[in-house]
């Protein structure tokens, strides 16, 4: 089967590689951090690497000790944006030392002092901190933290995959760097 030209063309229409490199959105001044607990799925891993770098983060931080886990899988998720972003496994200790003190951390959390993600003023500056699948976070790490932010659920199912969580705060995040943060009700 051939193609024909127009063919191609509406294939490199729809490629979103190609659609994005023709829009004008401004790269951001402050890049976000994408910090995590003790995740133990190496394709969670990867997915918070490509997602850290749809938005042009720099660095991914998987706190914790004795990891053993598959690179093979975490490359594979990432992709491309494996050699993008900067993976790096930490001691919370040795992470919470090295943290820049002009950046805010901002937990994704469920709990009593968090408030709800589309209503609240994220920083220009922030370390986003993620729970492990299981447990989420323990509360010596949420005592860490600036503030704590949650996503409201209003289906049956009240969990959100760990990446997934990411992914709504992070575009929270970039549409209010973007488009200003203009937020009612706060």
Partial sequence: MRFKEKDILRTMETNSVVFFNAQSYQELPNKPIIAAWQIINPENIGNLIRLA????????????????????????????????????????????????????????????????IFTTNLPEKIVFLLGNERNGLPDDLLDKCNSQVHIPMTGKCKSMNVSHALAVALFEWQRQMLFGKNIQGT
């Fill in 53 to 116: 770098d749809n938005v042009g983060a720099e660095d991914v931080y998987i706190l914790g000790e004795d990891f053993h886990l598959r690179m093979s899988s975490i490359r594979k998720t990432a992709g491309l944006s494996f050699n993008h972003v900067q993976l790096s496994f930490i001691t919370p200790e040795n992470f919470f030392s090295q943290l820049n003190p002009e950046y805010q951390l901002v937990a994704i959390e469920t709990s009593n002092e968090s408030t709800n």
